[in-house]
């Protein structure tokens, strides 16, 4: 199986979401699965068109094994009740799998300063800096559709001729 992780704020702005919505399109095309968090904003709009090929993680999915994964790299995990770290805790599934073992190939997300890596993430990054976080250290590849050459380059893979 082919994994990606689609994630990103529940406030992207309308164009993002419906480009989030056809590139999980696309890449439902290619048998590629998407996992996410099921969260309003950029998680449904990926769902959106990812059909039937998904693995969509909540809150409550998140165990002991996944929490501490997620607390390895939030900022400030010590001030997280418990449902916050639940919520950063599915981040681990999104990126790894249910088993915590088998990381997407990519990451493709929207955030507000365009985060790509756990070197560059700042509170405006949100709660999506822990799946970047997470990625980063998993050798997984994230592609910020806030940078322009991110958003031009996966533009051009799914409409070449646009």
Not at 110 to 128: A, P, V
């Given at each position: 199986?082919?994994?990606?992780?689609g994630?990103?704020?529940?406030?992207?702005?309308?164009?993002?979401?419906?480009?989030?919505?056809k590139?999980?399109?696309?890449?439902?095309?290619?048998?590629?699965?998407?996992?996410?968090?099921?969260?309003?904003?950029?998680?449904?709009?990926?769902?959106?068109?990812?059909?039937?090929?998904?693995?969509?993680?909540?809150?409550?999915?998140?165990?002991?094994?996944a929490?501490?994964?997620?607390?390895?790299?939030?900022?400030?995990?010590?001030?997280?009740?418990?449902?916050?770290?639940?919520?950063?805790?599915?981040n681990?599934?999104?990126?790894?799998?249910?088993?915590?073992?088998?990381?997407?190939r990519?990451?493709?997300?929207w955030?507000?300063?365009?985060?790509?890596?756990?070197?560059?993430?700042?509170?405006?990054?949100?709660?999506?800096?822990?799946?970047?976080s997470?990625?980063?250290?998993?050798?997984?590849?994230?592609?910020?559709?806030a940078?322009?050459?991110?958003?031009?380059r996966?533009?051009?893979?799914?409409?070449?001729?646009?």
């Amino acid at each position: 199986m082919k994994f990606y992780t689609g994630v990103g704020s529940r406030k992207a702005p309308l164009n993002i979401l419906g480009l989030m919505t056809k590139i999980a399109i696309f890449l439902n095309k290619q048998g590629w699965v998407l996992r996410s968090g099921g969260a309003d904003g950029s998680d449904l709009a990926f769902e959106k068109g990812a059909g039937n090929l998904k693995e969509i993680y909540y809150a409550n999915d998140a165990n002991k094994a996944a929490m501490e994964i997620a607390g390895l790299y939030h900022p400030a995990w010590h001030q997280c009740g418990e449902y916050a770290r639940k919520l950063h805790g599915r981040n681990a599934f999104q990126v790894l799998g249910a088993n915590l073992d088998t990381p997407s190939r990519f990451l493709v997300c929207w955030t507000l300063d365009g985060c790509r890596s756990h070197q560059q993430r700042t509170i405006k990054t949100g709660g999506t800096g822990t799946a970047i976080s997470i990625a980063s250290n998993h050798n997984v590849k994230v592609f910020n559709l806030a940078n322009n050459v991110d958003r031009e380059r996966i533009e051009f893979v799914i409409n070449p001729f646009k």
